[in-house]
């Protein structure tokens, strides 16, 4: 079984960085994604930005820019860099792993962006 454990998230204001982090246990397929998704408050979830083990990336337009995610595979880790936060950044924030015949989330972590 697979488990996701997120951090780094907090309260940042406006123009802010935080960098969240998403340690992943168990076995999981070298062939796979880990990606960020969030979700506001009466919102549905939405991917903020995924990652392949082959190296592809694929960004939500609204933080294309302003958010990296990078992923140290020997550690099973996938990180989020944001940068020049925006309090419509606020969410809370949970890790994906996929892999070709199932996936696992993350628990969220909350992220609270203050103008």
């Known amino acids: 079984q697979v488990q996701l454990v997120e951090s780094g998230g907090g309260l940042v204001q406006a123009g802010g960085s935080l960098r969240l982090s998403c340690a992943a246990s168990?076995?999981?397929?070298?062939?796979?994604?880990m990606g960020w998704y969030r979700q506001a408050p009466g919102k549905q979830r939405e991917l903020v930005a995924a990652?392949?083990?082959?190296?592809?990336?694929n960004y939500v337009d609204s933080v294309k820019g302003r958010f990296t995610i990078s992923r140290d595979n020997a550690k099973n880790t996938v990180y989020l860099q944001m940068n020049s936060l925006k309090p419509e950044d606020t969410a809370v924030y949970y890790c994906?792993?996929?892999w070709g015949w199932g996936n696992s989330w993350g628990q969220g972590t909350q992220v609270t962006v203050s103008s």
């Open positions: 990652l392949t083990s082959a190296g592809s990336t």
């Open positions: 994906r792993v996929l």
């Open positions: 168990g076995t999981i397929p070298s062939s796979n994604t």
